[in-house]
């Protein structure tokens, strides 16, 4: 934006102006009078348009005091009409836009302040004079130099007036404290020498990234980034160990001077650099008189970007690369960045072989997690309280790719999820009591309900196996918790109770489920190892005890491939969806009170597609439905017949079973007492008892 300017020349002045009567200020018309009130000029004079004023050579004010050299007006677009004079005074060692303004006109870059926030010892009449006060009450205000440099220039007679502007400006996170933003010479590793650049773009894609836009990320900073600057001034770190000729700024490089520092290093670390001579490093053949000892440090990204050499490297247990790399989103810029940059700098490709990062753990409401808002959760508090393995299992649940969120409510909800998986564990161990191999049934004679879950098994394990390889925890546990929840205790282990519970021990399917349990036991176990570590390990014991046993010290069980059954799969999913519409008009029976437990139900239940009554060929309706009696029938049901939206061609009649009930199973039936040995209990349940008491064959 071209800004207006005038020549004003003074004609009267207040008493505390420090204008005087016949100069002439060059300003910005649109701010010429908020400085005349400012400098208590009571009269002046345009006299006319200032003319181009770029490369105004101007004397600095404090010539003759140290400062005896020129400076020119420069152009510059953040220059701005709001306030001031329309002229500002620029520091190119301590902001950016006045450094490349600097740069873009060729001006010497001074430095004048150190990392302690105090002018140097060269600089002319401040020297020594801290910028900021850095401790006690008023530590962040104006130090001595702000007051200094106001008087000097009052006393040169450069003063027109003085005022106060406050502003947002960057503070510490930590301190608190303003910053100062100061220019210093720095070390620099090319991006394009050697190709540097080229090799970690190369590189990147023969990296697995997880999620995969994390390539895309790292690919765009790399891409762009500048030379990749490795140094830092702080007071504390790793030092860089270099050193710099004076005369020619020449960086030496002396394989014996390398081998001195790394030996000092190995045996006294880092500190050895501040806490020896020159000498030392430099031996005989340099002389310390001739050479800077760098001081700086190296970034701590590059501390960290070269974990890959010393851990991996050195270590027999590990293998180079790592097979994975895992942190949050923000490592793209750090620590993922700075390792894959020194790797393919140094060895040519990756340090890695994938990447996982992750979002940051939210409260409930998606807010930073903060003590003043009060909304910490400590993970400690939440292993004291639930377990281990509660928090392991929100991890797993969670969809690390985005943030995620923790509290109260989401920890009790995977507290009942956990409780629910625990349950299928207990279920498991309490049902294979004093099961042995002699017990194991083939599974060609199995029936087909056992059949199928062991095709279910053989489908999972494809599946927990794919997840576990594509770090996709959350779609894993929504698999399995499905799997235990819905289909076993909601539909295997609620079938096969009457048969744990009631069939002879050496009856075929009893035996069947037993075999079928104890495949589950070892195959949830391991599974759900990884996520559920503490659980698994406590039920593995209780199964295996012994001082070598452990479920972390077990691989993945190998599930035949002959389990798998896709005709026995599909005949199955008619069955379930049959089944689902007798429970719910059993439910409705339940809830008007008509029966107060499944077992009185007889329910008649209607069908009208062939399908049906294929895939109910050879089952017992009544044991699938949980009934004492069932009947199917092929035809067109009844008026008011129940039946379910989104299964319109199955429709059932609720009716209530008639005979007595078996004090055993809880079963009505017209045959309860037809064993005079046992007139409370059905023919299966009499025959069950007697085979207990010895008296069966």
């Not at 020594?128 to 009052?154: C, F, P, Q």
């Not at 001082?547 to 026995?568: G, K, M, T, Y």
Request: hydrophobic fraction near 40%; charged fraction near 25%.
């Amino acid at each position: 934006k071209s800004i207006s300017y005038g020549l004003y020349k003074i004609n009267a002045v207040g008493e505390k102006s420090g204008a005087e009567i016949g100069e002439v200020l060059v300003l910005a018309d649109s701010l010429a009078e908020s400085v005349k009130e400012a400098a208590h000029v009571d009269a002046w004079t345009r006299i006319s348009d200032a003319p181009d004023l770029a490369g105004t050579v101007l004397a600095h004010p404090f010539r003759g005091q140290g400062y005896d050299f020129d400076d020119q007006l420069l152009p510059a677009d953040f220059v701005t009409e709001e306030t001031g004079t329309g002229f500002v005074h620029i520091a190119p060692g301590h902001g950016q836009d006045d450094f490349e303004l600097g740069m873009q006109h060729g001006v010497d870059v001074p430095f004048t302040v150190d990392e302690a926030g105090v002018y140097y010892d060269h600089v002319p009449l401040f020297a020594g004079m801290n910028v900021l006060i850095t401790e006690g009450k008023k530590a962040g205000k104006d130090g001595e130099a702000n007051g200094a440099v106001i008087r000097a220039l009052a006393a040169a007679g450069k003063l027109l007036a003085t005022g106060r502007l406050e502003h947002s400006y960057p503070h510490s996170w930590r301190s608190k404290m303003p910053l100062i933003f100061r220019n210093t010479p720095q070390w620099f590793i090319s991006m394009e020498t050697n190709d540097l650049r080229k090799k970690a773009l190369d590189a990147i894609d023969n990296v697995r990234w997880v999620p995969a836009p994390g390539r895309n990320r790292i690919f765009a900073m790399i891409e762009t980034r500048p030379d990749w600057v490795v140094s830092r001034q702080r007071a504390w770190g790793v030092p860089l160990t270099c050193f710099v000729h004076k005369d020619t700024g020449e960086l030496l490089r002396d394989d014996a001077v390398n081998a001195r520092i790394a030996e000092a290093f190995e045996d006294e670390g880092a500190d050895a650099w501040y806490a020896s001579d020159a000498s030392r490093f430099l031996g005989n053949n340099h002389n310390p008189e001739d050479y800077e000892q760098v001081m700086d440090v190296l970034d701590v990204w590059f501390d960290s970007g070269v974990t890959h050499s010393f851990v991996l490297e050195q270590r027999d247990d590990l293998k180079w690369p790592a097979s994975l790399y895992l942190e949050g989103s923000d490592q793209h810029r750090g620590w993922f960045h700075s390792s894959m940059l020194e790797s393919c700098g140094t060895r040519g490709r990756a340090p890695y072989e994938a990447v996982l990062t992750h979002g940051f753990v939210m409260d409930e409401q998606g807010r930073k997690m903060s003590k003043s808002l009060g909304n910490v959760v400590k993970p400690q508090k939440v292993i004291e309280q639930n377990g281990a393995d509660i928090l392991r299992l929100w991890v797993a649940s969670s969809d690390y790719s985005e943030d995620m969120r923790i509290g109260p409510d989401i920890i009790k909800a995977n507290t009942d999820s956990y409780r629910k998986l625990r349950n299928t564990l207990k279920y498991l161990l309490g049902n294979l009591d004093g099961f042995d191999e002699p017990e194991r049934v083939d599974h060609k004679d199995m029936p087909e309900l056992e059949r199928w879950v062991l095709h279910r098994v053989t489908e999972l394990d494809a599946q927990v196996r794919d997840a576990y390889n594509n770090f996709e925890f959350r779609h894993l546990f929504t698999t399995l918790f499905n799997f235990c929840t819905l289909e076993l205790s909601a539909l295997y282990f609620d079938i096969r109770k009457d048969t744990l519970y009631c069939e002879r021990p050496d009856s075929n399917v009893r035996r069947s489920c037993r075999t079928v349990l104890d495949v589950l036991f070892h195959a949830l176990t391991a599974w759900f190892a990884p996520i559920l570590c503490f659980t698994t390990e406590e039920a593995w014991l209780l199964r295996n005890p012994g001082e070598d046993s452990s479920v972390h010290l077990r691989q993945f069980p190998d599930i035949p491939a002959e389990w798998r059954d896709n005709d026995l799969a599909a005949k199955w999913q008619l069955v379930r969806r049959l089944r689902r519409v007798v429970t719910g008009a059993l439910e409705v029976e339940r809830r008007e009170k008509r029966i107060g437990s499944s077992l009185e139900a007889a329910p008649v239940v209607y069908v009208q597609n062939a399908d049906y009554l294929a895939a109910m060929d050879g089952l017992d309706l009544a044991e699938i439905a949980i009934t004492s009696q069932a009947s199917l029938v092929n035809g067109a049901a009844p008026e008011g017949a129940f039946t379910l939206d989104d299964v319109s061609d199955v429709a059932v009649v609720s009716a209530l079973a008639e005979g007595a009930k078996c004090q055993r199973s809880w079963k009505i039936s017209k045959d309860v007492g037809a064993d005079p040995r046992y007139p409370d209990l059905s023919p299966r349940d009499a025959d069950a008892v007697a085979y207990l008491d010895g008296l069966a064959s």
